[in-house]
């Protein structure tokens, strides 16, 4: 497995990916044009892939507001888990953060067991009661880019 940056045509990969492992894709606001401007804002979608077949076998996308980086998207192909490879995008993933000198950040559903086991032994601690909340819409009159 190699781990490489993202490349615009593996987007149909990445994509059936997140669908596959149920972390959503543009109805949740995640498209092409996010990732891009994910990666001019200094973050990064981090790539695993087969170095024989060349298919994207995991993602792990880490977006930075100039003060943290958050990992999301983090995931493995469904018929390639339960291999160990997570470990490995995992330490890709915190290389990264430690490279640009910031903290990481993730939200993980309570009842994701492995994902949980996968964060705390990479050396996430759990922050606390904290609850999540969003607004979805974008507002119609944001700026185009
Ligand atoms: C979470 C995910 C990335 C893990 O990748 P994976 O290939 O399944 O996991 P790995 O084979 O690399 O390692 C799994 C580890 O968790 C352990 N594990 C497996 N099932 C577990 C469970 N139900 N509870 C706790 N630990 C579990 C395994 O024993 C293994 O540890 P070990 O190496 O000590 O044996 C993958 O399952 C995935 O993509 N899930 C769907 C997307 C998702 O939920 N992502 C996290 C979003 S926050």
Redo the contacts with the bound molecule.
Sequence with gaps: MIIRDYRNEDYGQVLALWEA???GGPERGDDERVIRRTIRAGGKLLIMEDEVTHEVIGTSWLTCNGRRIYLHH???RPD????????FLLEGSLRFARRKGMQIK????RT????I??YTRGGFKRLGDYDVYIIREAGADADEE
Excluded: D, P
Excluded at 112 to 115: D, I, L
């Design positions: 492992t149920g972390m983090f995931g493995i390639r888990q339960g291999m160990g490879y997570s470990e993730l939200e993980v559903h994701n067991a492995r994902a086991n996968i």
